[in-house]
């Protein structure tokens, strides 16, 4: 049973687009998102995260949507830069669960000059 | 500036060898968690640590076990290594209680077992 779904495999957008990555969950325990991105052989990095409490975080060129009465977030990122090639994953923690956080299967994408 | 240290980046094992994964972090953080990565499959939970000598089983503990003697130290053990076992393993610290500090990985361990 995957608790948090990202659809999308794999994305590819222009430099200076948007580039708009989703995620979908099920777990209504669920009470805080983050989003990792990970270049081959190595480990995740943080990009951003958002309480259940919100609906919206941004942090400069990142902002994360949270539409909990869908249980559905998307992560977009303005303008998309070539070094923004990666894969991305969301990631979700359920209260009470110490901790654990729970992965989609992650989006490749990729931004082309 | 915090620290998730895994012992190696790369490793190559022989099926059927005991197998020790090693993670060390300085930030004093409560909670310790052994991820393994696959492509198409994300990042799935193996075991994790909420203080030490206290361990529970994630998603995927067949194969694995844990110790975890020090609050700083997290070990992965892979008790007879299987090819089903090559994969990139992650080990990840958090603080309880203010978890909004984030979650720090560690670099990884590529992991081939032939």
């Known amino acids: 049973d995957q608790q948090v779904k990202q659809n999308s495999p794999s994305l590819s957008v222009q430099e200076g687009r948007i580039s708009i990555l989703n995620c979908d969950y099920t777990?209504?325990?669920?009470?805080?998102f983050l989003w990792y991105k990970k270049y081959p052989a190595e480990g995740p990095t943080f990009l951003i995260s958002?309480?259940?409490?919100?609906d919206k975080n941004e942090d400069g060129r990142f902002t994360v949507f949270l539409n909990k009465s869908a249980k559905h977030l998307s992560l977009h990122i303005v303008p998309s830069q070539p070094g923004d090639s990666a894969v991305y994953f969301c990631?979700?923690?359920?209260?009470?669960?110490?901790?654990?956080?729970?992965f989609g299967k992650g989006t490749l994408l990729t931004v082309n000059p | 500036d915090v620290k998730v240290t895994q012992s190696s980046r790369y490793l190559v094992k022989r099926t059927g060898e005991k197998v020790f994964l090693e993670c060390v972090q300085d930030?004093?953080?409560?909670?310790m968690f052994w991820y393994r990565q696959d492509p198409g499959l994300g990042l799935r939970l193996i075991y994790f640590?909420?203080?030490?000598?206290?361990?529970e089983k994630g998603d995927i503990p067949e194969g694995y076990s844990v110790s975890r003697e020090k609050k700083e130290r997290f070990s992965l053990i892979l008790e007879s290594a299987s090819t089903n076992q090559t994969s990139m393993y992650l080990c990840?610290?958090?603080?309880?209680?203010?978890?909004?500090?984030?979650?720090?990985f560690g670099s990884g361990t590529r992991l081939t077992v032939v």
């Open positions: 990631a979700a923690r359920a209260w009470g669960s110490n901790y654990k956080l729970t």
């Open positions: 777990n209504s325990m669920f009470d805080y």
């Open positions: 958002i309480s259940s409490i919100k």
């Open positions: 930030m004093d953080h409560e909670n």
């Open positions: 640590s909420y203080d030490v000598k206290m361990k």
């Open positions: 990840v610290s958090t603080r309880q209680y203010l978890p909004n500090y984030g979650y720090t």
